[in-house]
Nanobody, 126 residues
Framework: QVQRVESGGGLVQAGGARRRSCAAS????????RGWLRQAPGTGKEREFVAAINWSGSATYYADSVKGRFTISRDNAKNTVYLQMASLKPEDTAVYFCAAATFPGIRYQGHEFDYWGQGTQVTVSS
C-alpha cells in the first residue's frame, strides 16, 4: 500500500508563490507516474488535472491554465513529488491532491491514478 503525506497548503496572496510536496512510502513508488489534481470550491466540482511527471522526471505535462506558472518535479531518493506554484491567482483556489499511477509515464485523467493523497487546501486571496 502506498501512503502519501502532503504539505504546503494554506493562504497566499494573489501573485504569491507556494510549494506543495507529497511524500509517499513504498519502494516501488519511485517507478510510478505522479501528478497533481485540484478540486475547486463548490459542490459537484470534478477534480481538474494540474500537472504530471513520469517516473524519471524526464517528462512533464501541464494544464493550460497553469502552464508557465507551475512546475512539477520529483526526488525519487525521497519518494517525493513537488509542485512549485508561482504567480498565483484567485482562480487557483482549490483543494490540491497528489496522485500516483503504477504506470510509469504521464497520466492526466483522474481515473488513471491509483493512489491519492488526502488533499490540502490552497486559498489565494485577491
Amino acid at each position: 500500500q502506498v501512503q502519501r503525506v502532503e504539505s504546503g497548503g494554506g493562504l497566499v496572496q494573489a501573485g504569491g508563490a507556494r510549494r506543495r510536496s507529497c511524500a509517499a512510502s513504498g519502494r516501488t513508488v519511485r517507478t510510478y507516474g505522479r501528478g497533481w489534481l485540484r478540486q475547486a470550491p463548490g459542490t459537484g466540482k470534478e477534480r481538474e488535472f494540474v500537472a504530471a511527471i513520469n517516473w524519471s522526471g524526464s517528462a512533464t505535462y501541464y494544464a493550460d491554465s497553469v502552464k508557465g506558472r507551475f512546475t512539477i518535479s520529483r526526488d525519487n531518493a525521497k519518494n517525493t513529488v513537488y509542485l512549485q506554484m508561482a504567480s498565483l491567482k484567485p482562480e487557483d483556489t482549490a483543494v490540491y491532491f497528489c496522485a500516483a499511477a503504477t504506470f510509469p509515464g504521464i497520466r492526466y485523467q483522474g481515473h488513471e491514478f491509483d493512489y491519492w493523497g488526502q488533499g490540502t487546501q490552497v486559498t489565494v486571496s485577491s
